[in-house]
């Protein structure tokens, strides 16, 4: 605080002297007076190396002469190198110290890794001594402090690191865990929103900690009440710690702890009576007998062991129903985290039914499926849930596809999923959708809609763009759903393969012609919302392929594209626009159907004047430029709009540059081939416009 204090004093002293230069410098000679005895002044009391004598006997209050004005600069000139000598002695101490607080601070982050968090505060410690206001040292002694249980004194570093920068988003979450380890929610509360307000972008992560505020709050809520409840001595709130010493029991029949549990989860009918069963242990208590963990790891011998493991797991679930802190402990015991992974693959349909609900509860809230996420075997757990979809018995597979649609909701889960995806995911998924059935059919379009959220990951979605054998399973079950009239199937299943073929992949590439083709017999269905997505994946995977163009071009996709782009309000006309500009881009014979079907291109110009989707318009002001290439066509469209059209979405200050390019270049050739439109270009004052949009041009 001694050197906090001097430099404050330091700073001060710098103002001084700064009006003293300001005054010096003055053209009155009575400021420069009295600017010279402030300064003489000042230099008597200061200590150091910066004190200096002089001369103090008189004082001339008479103007001066050339002489006294020539001494009075000579001891300015004197005094200002003074200062800027002390100034550069003290930057000197400055940078030294630092570099030492630094040093220390290096040893200190040593120590932290180490675990060692009394060795990293004294080094932080040190390290302050140096430099009382590096802002690091401090939130990284209170880091250690943390993990130290000092949350007071975490607090304190936190304040005083906020003085000196007072955006330290650093500080306010170190303080805001300090508080909530003090149970003081309201100041917790304050400094992750205050996180937020300094960097709106930290929102997300800055509500899972808000999350866990309310979570402890909560707890301690409920905690408080059950112990006022059980003192009040109530019948009811007394009967689970009853019933838990019963269970405590060791060496009992596996009938006795069924029996016993039974009784106690009709007990559990209230959030005070699951806070009691945590409160005296009955997690451990269950988990503890030998019976109990025997049939939790699978050991189910006779009808005894089997009952008694499904009433463990109904228990489990019934006393973790709402209750996150139950949840938390069920999730972090290893005898339990293991169970509830281990038996979704059991044989026995109660087990299996059973443990799929208690996963179900945690799926179904995001506090649960994030504790799901990080304390699960999750690419065991996977693979298991995909075991009950692909097998499908009774209605468990449905609960088991519910539970995979409500994990791929959480970003961390995809994140996760990526190392393990073939395995886990891309395998049982294929081996599916090549043998679609009746009991099948009913559970694949949730499956691929879960499938679909898993591949809004690029890196999942890179992964399914590039294996064979995915897309070898779409080409059979695009046949299958086709030729069996399953719609409810094929609605996702196209949905899926047109997001997965935006990636560029030489497997998409070699399958693209079947594709096409499967998807051209598609635009002949009736249903407006096939034909719409078969369109949105033969845009796609036409890309892909050159052959696969010219073989929908000798299937007439031309002349059918044309009649979904005049159709009013048809959702394909984005996807249908795109895969015509794509035919006719590497397609003489597309160009020449093109034509046929509409010799004045009315269908482009239609787009052209009403569409508002920036995507529509670059693509049909592309798919004109490849059609003028075709010989006489400038000419007919004489008479037509299409140089105003053209004009305008050249001159449009559009979000996508594409446009204003397709269609600039579109009127540059247009003129080109057919010297007569310069009349209506030149009427319209076009050629400035054509001459503004070079920069889009080059």
């Not at 802190?325 to 059991?346: F, G, R, T, Y």
């Not at 097998?391 to 609960?399: I, L, S, V």
């Given at each position: 605080m001694d050197q906090m204090e001097d430099f404050e004093s330091f700073l001060q002293n710098v103002d001084k002297i700064s009006d003293l230069v300001k005054d010096l410098s003055s053209t009155r000679a009575e400021v420069r007076q009295k600017a010279l005895q402030k300064a003489d002044q000042h230099l008597a009391d200061l200590d150091g190396p910066c004190r200096t004598k002089l001369n103090r006997t008189a004082i001339n209050t008479k103007p001066p002469s050339c002489n006294s004005t020539s001494k009075f600069e000579e001891s300015a000139d004197n005094f200002m190198k003074i200062m800027e000598k002390d100034i550069e002695d003290r930057k000197k101490m400055r940078k030294a110290k630092e570099e030492k607080a630094t040093a220390l601070k290096e040893e200190g982050n040593k120590a932290f890794a180490q675990d060692d968090y009394e060795r990293a505060v004294e080094h932080y410690s040190a390290g302050l001594a140096h430099a009382r206001d590096m802002q690091q040292l401090y939130t990284n002694r209170a880091q250690a402090y943390i993990k130290l249980r000092k949350y007071k004194e975490a607090i304190s570093d936190c304040e005083w690191a906020i003085k000196c920068n007072e955006r330290c988003t650093k500080a306010y979450l170190h303080m805001g865990k300090a508080h909530l380890a003090l149970k003081s929610y309201d100041e917790a509360r304050s400094c992750f929103e205050k996180i937020v307000e300094i960097e709106p972008k930290w929102e997300t992560k800055m509500q899972e900690h808000l999350t866990k505020v309310d979570l402890e709050e909560k707890r301690e809520i409920q905690e408080h009440e059950a112990r006022r409840e059980l003192k009040q001595g109530g019948g009811k709130a007394a009967s689970v710690p009853q019933l838990l010493e019963k269970l405590s029991a060791a060496g009992q029949m596996p009938l006795y702890y069924h029996g016993g549990m039974e009784v106690l989860s009709r007990a559990l009918n209230d959030c005070t009576a699951q806070t009691l069963f945590r409160?005296?242990?009955?997690?451990?208590?269950?988990?503890?007998?030998?019976?109990?963990?025997?049939?939790?790891?699978?050991?189910?011998?006779?009808?005894?062991?089997?009952?008694?493991?499904?009433?463990?797991?109904?228990?489990?679930?019934?006393?973790?129903?709402?209750?996150?802190?139950?949840?938390?402990?069920?999730?972090?015991?290893?005898?339990?985290?293991?169970?509830?992974?281990?038996?979704?693959?059991?044989?026995?349909?109660?087990?299996?039914?059973?443990?799929?609900?208690?996963?179900?509860?945690?799926?179904?809230?995001?506090?649960?499926?994030?504790?799901?996420?990080?304390?699960?075997?999750?690419?065991?757990?996977?693979?298991?849930?995909?075991?009950?979809?692909?097998?499908?018995?009774?209605?468990?597979?449905?609960?088991?596809?519910?539970?995979?649609?409500?994990?791929?909701?959480?970003?961390?889960?995809?994140?996760?999923?990526?190392?393990?995806?073939?395995?886990?995911?891309?395998?049982?998924?294929?081996?599916?959708?090549?043998?679609?059935?009746?009991?099948?059919?009913h559970v694949l379009p949730p499956l691929l809609d879960a499938v679909g959220s898993l591949a809004l990951d690029d890196v999942i979605r890179h992964a399914l763009a590039h294996d064979p054998a995915s897309w070898e399973a779409f080409l059979v079950a695009l046949k299958q759903c086709a030729e069996n009239g399953y719609r409810e199937t094929l609605y996702p299943l196209l949905g899926l393969m047109i997001n997965i073929a935006t990636v560029q992949s030489s497997v998409i590439k070699e399958h693209a012609t079947s594709l096409s083709e499967i998807c051209c017999n598609l635009l002949k269905d009736s249903d407006g919302g096939i034909i719409t997505r078969a369109t949105g994946v033969l845009s796609a995977a036409l890309r892909h392929s050159s052959e696969a163009v010219q073989g929908v071009t000798r299937r007439d996709v031309v002349p059918t594209l044309c009649r979904l782009l005049k159709g009013n309000g048809q959702t394909a006309a984005p996807y249908a626009i795109r895969t015509l500009a794509i035919c006719t881009a590497s397609s003489r014979g597309a160009r020449e159907e093109l034509l046929k079907s509409d010799k004045k291109l009315s269908v482009l110009r239609g787009l052209l004047r009403s569409s508002r989707d920036e995507s529509e318009l670059g693509n049909a002001a592309l798919c004109l430029l490849h059609c003028l290439e075709m010989e006489g066509l400038a000419s007919k469209l004489l008479g037509t709009d299409i140089v105003p059209l053209l004009l305008r979405h050249a001159a449009a200050d559009a979000k996508k540059s594409d446009v204003q390019l397709n269609a600039a270049i579109a009127l540059s050739k247009l003129c080109q081939l057919e010297p007569r439109h310069k009349n209506t270009l030149r009427e319209l004052h076009g050629f400035e416009i054509l001459h503004s949009c070079t920069k889009f041009m080059a």
């Open positions: 409160l005296h242990n009955g997690f451990s208590i269950i988990s503890s007998s030998d019976a109990v963990r025997s049939c939790l790891q699978g050991n189910i011998y006779d009808h005894y062991t089997q009952e008694l493991c499904v009433t463990v797991l109904k228990l489990w679930r019934i006393v973790c129903h709402g209750n996150e802190e139950n949840q938390k402990m069920l999730v972090m015991c290893p005898i339990s985290s293991q169970a509830m992974v281990h038996l979704l693959s059991s044989e026995l349909p109660a087990v299996q039914e059973e443990c799929l609900a208690l996963m179900f509860s945690y799926s179904d809230t995001p506090h649960g499926r994030r504790l799901v996420i990080e304390h699960l075997h999750l690419s065991k757990l996977v693979s298991n849930i995909m075991g009950c979809i692909t097998t499908p018995q009774g209605q468990r597979e449905n609960t088991a596809v519910k539970i995979l649609q409500n994990l791929v909701s959480e970003k961390r889960f995809c994140c996760k999923l990526r190392d393990v995806l073939k395995d886990s995911i891309t395998s049982p998924f294929s081996s599916m959708l090549t043998n679609i059935n009746e009991a099948t059919r």
